[in-house]
Nanobody, 121 residues
Framework: QVQLVESGGGLVQPGGSLRLSCAAS????????MGWYRQAPGKQRELVAA???????NYTDSVKGRFTISRDNVKNTVYLQMNSLKPEDTAVYYC???????????????WGQGTLVTVSS
């Protein structure tokens, strides 16, 4: 099967930066779109940023100009650079990938386990 493993979360002061990573492993043929979602306490999970295999990106309005999503297709890894962090960015951040797997070929939507980002002084 396929696993997505996030890393890079933690506690940061307002105005600080963090870089999240998400590495995919398993019987992967290819990965199409990848994205980062977040869920704050008491709120629904929301899309933060997404990136196509070709590198096209989109962001939710609240993070435009502060967050940057990127990917390494060789390493099957997606990143989220988060700058100028605000307390309202506090949430569990989840990685998501649209993965084609082998043995047999099939399409899966895969989620990571989440990593906590806390922005607080």
């Amino acid at each position: 099967q396929v696993q997505l493993v996030e890393s890079g979360g933690g506690l940061v002061q307002p105005g600080g930066s963090l870089r999240l990573s998400c590495a995919a492993s398993g019987s992967i043929f290819s990965i199409n779109a990848m994205g980062w979602y977040r869920q704050a306490p008491g709120k629904q999970r929301e899309l933060v940023a997404a990136i196509s295999r070709g590198g096209s990106t989109n962001y939710t309005d609240s993070v435009k100009g502060r967050f940057t999503i990127s990917r390494d297709n060789v390493k099957n890894t997606v990143y989220l650079q988060m700058n100028s962090l605000k307390p309202e960015d506090t949430a569990v951040y989840y990685c998501n990938g649209e993965v084609t797997v082998v043995g047999p070929f099939r399409y899966l939507e895969v989620w990571g386990q989440g990593t906590l980002v806390t922005v607080s002084s």
